[in-house]
């Protein structure tokens, strides 16, 4: 079963900084990841992409978050992070990672994980 769970969210001041992982369980020879992606839902408001990576490592940005956030990832861990500077408190949301993931005897799937609530304090 392919699952993503997600990690380092939390509490940080406005300008401050957090950095968020997501890791899909699996073993490298099971599971292959392709285009991962970051969302945030922010209460009474819909889930939108934050940041998206492919698998060849080119990536995208909300206008939002451009210059701020960075995503990358670890195929060797299958691993996506979001590195998120100079934080405001617009920023507050849950946090979904995402991922187009292959895995053997389930075929292709779209997954996402169970969010991490990041909070950011004026």
């Known amino acids: 079963q392919v699952q993503l769970v997600e990690s380092g969210g939390g509490l940080a001041q406005a300008g401050g900084s957090l950095r968020l992982s997501c890791a899909t369980s699996?073993?490298?020879?099971?599971?292959?990841?392709?285009?991962m992606n970051w969302y945030r839902q922010a209460p009474g408001k819909q889930r939108e992409l934050v940041a998206a990576i492919t698998s060849g490592g080119s990536t995208n940005y909300a206008d939002s978050v451009k210059g701020r956030f960075t995503i990358s990832r670890d195929d060797a861990k299958k691993t996506v992070y979001l590195q998120m500077n100079s934080l405001k408190p617009e920023d507050t949301a849950v946090y979904y990672c995402?991922?187009?993931?292959?895995?053997?005897?389930?075929?292709?799937?779209?997954?996402w994980g169970h969010g991490t609530q990041v909070t950011v304090s004026s």
């Open positions: 699996g073993s490298i020879f099971s599971v292959s990841v392709n285009d």
């Open positions: 995402s991922a187009d993931v292959w895995s053997l005897g389930r075929g292709r799937g779209y997954y």
